[in-house]
């Protein structure tokens, strides 16, 4: 198994450009979560679903979008990119009446 | 203040030494994780605990519900465990919401 998966590693925005944050994992996971980390500060969920076609807000959710059309991808869409949406994004997932959540390697964006 | 306070901030540690990580919380909380974060940035899941203690290899988790305290020990350090460490509060109420400390970063020197 792949694991959890994420594409771009990094990437360079300038602002108002949009752009998709991929996600997809291969474990057959119900829940996958979108979380962003800034520098100093600890991780903050952006959004999560609880399977496909339900997804839902978590702490910090403005600036940002989700779909979640199948189990596996879970992608993270920004409309209109913002300096203050300069962070490391990670996409985790765990199965459902499991605790252990899985995470991506994390894609690295910066807007300028 | 945070929701959920971790200390130290930063940690160095010679070799073999015991370390304890302390994360304490000031909301409500189902259960509490433990994450390790690697210096490449990988983020991988060390334990979860609703009450008392669990313990995988040289690490060990405890969890004083009434206290809102946490701790993560590692016996016997060893330079592999240099990593930033981060401690992570279920909040109450069936919620996914985890609220997340800032993280120890801990050196280990051999």
């Known amino acids: 198994n792949a694991g959890v998966t994420q594409t771009p590693k990094f990437r360079i925005l300038k602002i108002g450009q949009s752009m998709t944050l991929q996600c997809t994992q291969d474990m057959n996971h119900n829940y996958m979560y979108w979380y962003r980390q800034d520098p100093g500060m600890g991780l903050k969920l952006i959004y999560y679903s609880v399977g496909a076609g339900i997804t839902d807000k978590g702490e910090v959710p403005n600036g940002y979008n989700v779909s979640r059309s199948t189990t596996e991808d879970f992608p993270l869409r920004l409309e209109l990119a913002a300096p203050s949406q300069t962070s490391v994004y990670f996409c985790?997932?765990?199965?459902?009446?499991?605790?252990?959540?899985?995470f991506g390697p994390g894609t690295r964006l910066t807007v300028l | 203040k945070n929701e959920v306070e971790q200390s130290p901030q930063n940690l160095t540690a010679q070799e073999g030494e015991f370390i304890t990580i302390n994360c304490s919380y000031s909301?409500?909380?189902?259960?509490l994780h433990w994450l390790q974060q690697h210096p490449g940035g990988g983020i991988v899941s060390l334990f979860m605990?609703?009450?008392g203690k669990k313990k995988h290899g040289r690490l060990i988790a405890t969890i004083n519900i009434q206290e809102k305290h946490s701790s993560l020990h590692i016996t016997a350090s060893h330079p592999r465990d240099s990593a930033v460490y981060i401690c992570a509060g279920l909040i109450q109420g069936g919620s996914e919401k985890l609220v997340f400390g800032k993280g120890t970063k801990l050196t280990v020197n051999p």
């Open positions: 985790a997932s765990r199965r459902q009446n499991t605790d252990t959540q899985y």
């Open positions: 605990l609703s009450s």
């Open positions: 909301v409500g909380i189902s259960a």
